[in-house]
């Protein structure tokens, strides 16, 4: 029945293409099909009854759920012109979401991604199968602080995802006893038992979707308040989609600026050029201050005007009733990159 249910959905395509319906083609091509038995009537010698199911991804069904019910009477119309079968009915077709596990990578970018979180599985992977087949000491105890470190972060990360860690060894003595209990006496049954606890958390992020959306990549700078603003940031900026939303991200990226003008900005220190008393929310004076003081002996235009520019698209934003997800992922990326300049200056003049 599995290679007939392949070619019903093969012509199916076929019909469909050449009804100019390439919409719905594109559906089934996306989906995971399968035939779930309904029922059975033993009337003339038995009829069982089916129904032909599209799995999608949970990204792509929700493009098409407005229009589900027109999809799914147009396949059935479909096969009902080409499929006779009295003895195996298709009764109905149905287009539904593939039930899988959703990786939230949202919660964990700009500063990681799928391929930087793949890598860190696969490290620990191998210094795991490294442990346990004598290439590493576990009675080296840097090597195990070093490995209990990275494990931490690791599973801070999957959980941050939504994903649970794959065991529970937060040291390498925790692995060297349970392979010990495991009665794992050779080095390739360690090795096989590893990869295989590792293998489903791997294709799970394999085949999870990042989002569409890219940011630039943010290191923290330890300061509190700072750190604690931008994540605020990108998770309005994740989670905007619509105007109000985008305007939300210019006034979250003002209030950003003027964290970071109070956090560096000290008003002994750092004079106004021009001798104005600067207040406490005038972070495009208090930022030219400190700027100015940072690079007193060189030319400091461009990074005066880049401060003001980020904070003005700030400002601007927050203010546009046509505001677009473009416009505040401009915001975003002006903002980081303006924190990121203070940053260095502050690393040379602390």
Not at 177 to 195: C, G, M, P
Not at 217 to 236: H, N
Not at 269 to 296: F, N, Q, V, W
């Amino acid at each position: 029945m599995e290679e007939l249910i392949k070619k019903i959905v093969s012509m199916a395509v076929q019909d469909l293409r050449q009804h100019n319906q390439g919409a719905i083609v594109e559906v089934i091509k996306k989906s995971e099909f399968s035939l779930e038995w309904l029922d059975h009537d033993n009337w003339n010698g038995g009829i069982d009854t089916y129904k032909l199911v599209f799995y999608l991804k949970y990204s792509d069904y929700t493009k098409i759920i407005d229009l589900k019910k027109l999809y799914e009477d147009a396949i059935m119309n479909s096969i009902d012109s080409f499929y006779k079968d009295e003895r195996n009915i298709i009764a109905c077709v149905e287009i539904a979401a593939k039930i899988d596990q959703f990786v939230d990578w949202a919660a964990i970018a700009p500063k990681e991604n799928k391929d930087s979180v793949i890598a860190l599985i696969n490290a620990e992977k191998d210094t795991l199968i490294k442990a346990g087949t004598g290439v590493l000491q576990i009675r080296d105890v840097k090597v195990n602080n070093e490995y209990k470190a990275k494990h931490a972060y690791l599973v801070s990360l999957l959980k941050q995802l939504g994903l649970e860690p794959v065991h529970a060894y937060n040291d390498l003595w925790d692995w060297y006893n349970d392979y010990n209990l495991r009665e794992l006496k050779t080095y390739q049954s360690r090795r096989v038992f590893i990869k295989d606890i590792f293998e489903p958390l791997l294709n799970t992020i394999q085949n999870s979707e990042e989002s569409a959306l890219q940011l630039i990549s943010y290191e923290p700078t330890g300061w509190e308040k700072v750190d604690d603003g931008i994540a605020r940031l990108k998770e309005v900026l994740t989670e905007a989609n619509e105007t109000a939303d985008f305007q939300s991200v210019g006034m979250y990226g003002r209030e950003l600026l003027i964290t970071l003008a109070q956090t560096v900005f000290d008003k002994e220190k750092h004079p106004s050029p021009d001798g104005t008393d600067i207040g406490k929310a005038d972070s495009k004076r208090m930022l030219e201050a400190y700027i100015h003081y940072c690079l007193h002996k060189r030319s400091k235009e461009r990074e005066i005007k880049f401060a003001k520019s980020s904070i003005d698209f700030s400002n601007e934003l927050t203010h546009n009733r046509t505001a677009t997800q473009m416009d505040a992922e401009l915001c975003y990326n002006a903002v980081l990159s303006t924190v990121h300049i203070i940053k260095v200056l502050n690393k040379f003049n602390d």
